[in-house]
Structures are given as C-alpha cells and as structure tokens.
C-alpha cells in the first residue's frame, strides 16, 4: 500500500466514524443531562412532601446512576457494540455484589423502608435487639439509639425485623 490508498483509507473511515461518534457523544450527554433534571425533580418533589433528607438524597443519586448507566448503554449501542452481552455481565456482576454485600444491602433497603413507614422517629424512646434508649438518629445503614449503656448503633435489618416496642409516638 502507498501513502495516497493510506490517507484515502483513513478518510473514508473517518467519514464513516465521525458522525458515529458525535451521535454517540450527543446520547450520553442528553441523559447526562437528563440525569441531573430528574434528580432535581425528585428532590424538589420530596421536599414538597416531607421526605426524609436521607431517603430523598438516597432516591436522587440512585436516579441519577440509572440514567447514566442507561444512556451508557444506548451510547454503546448506536456505535453498535453488542450491549446485550454487556448488559448479561453487568447482570452477572450485580448479582455477585448483591451476595457479596448482602448485609449491607439488606440494612440499606430495610433503612429506607423504615423511613419510609416511619414505625418510630427521632425522638421516641423504643427497645429493640436487647437495647432500650432514645432514637437520636435513623440513617440508611443504622439507627442510632441514646440507651444508659451510651450510643447504640443498632442495624437497621435488626430494626426491620426484629420486634420493636416504641415506648412514644408523635
């Protein structure tokens, strides 16, 4: 091969690339952006209906992930690698992190269902796993009692699960 059949080849496939590329940078960006309008609409929305500060940052981010790694994927697609495989590992890769960190999951979820119900708040006096005290806190991983022992950070799947007996209420 000479240097004009190269620099003819190089063209051709930029030719053939480049508007490949600007489609693709002009996807991710649109849910990029997409990403960041819709995280402000759920907070925005939340605050309007008293959510937890917790809970309504938890939703947010989580949104925000979603769309990213969505408009990832769409990206890759137009470019036309085969996502299906792709989306088949990241299945696989979910599926061993979730039993990998299945504890931390579970505190997650049951915290965000505790503050979603909100069976006790800050402020109530509750027993629960062999421990008595104040609520002073309920994050996303543990609830945080005031007991005569000193600070109790009590698991929230603990809290979920086990019976609770909330001494007072709101």
Known sequence: MDFTKITEHMIDQSLIWLPKIAAVVFIFLLFFVLSKFVKRLIIKI???LNFDP???KFFAQISRVIFILLGLVTALGTIGINISALVAGLG???FALGFAFKDIISNILSG????LY???VAGDKIKVAGFEGEVI???LRYTKLNSEEGIALIPNSKCFSDPVVVYSED
């Open 46 to 48: 939340a605050a309007k």
């Open 54 to 56: 917790h809970l309504t």
């Open 92 to 94: 696989l890769t979910g």
């Open 112 to 115: 965000v269902l505790i503050l």
């Open 118 to 120: 909100r069976p006790f």
């Open 137 to 139: 806190s309920i994050d």
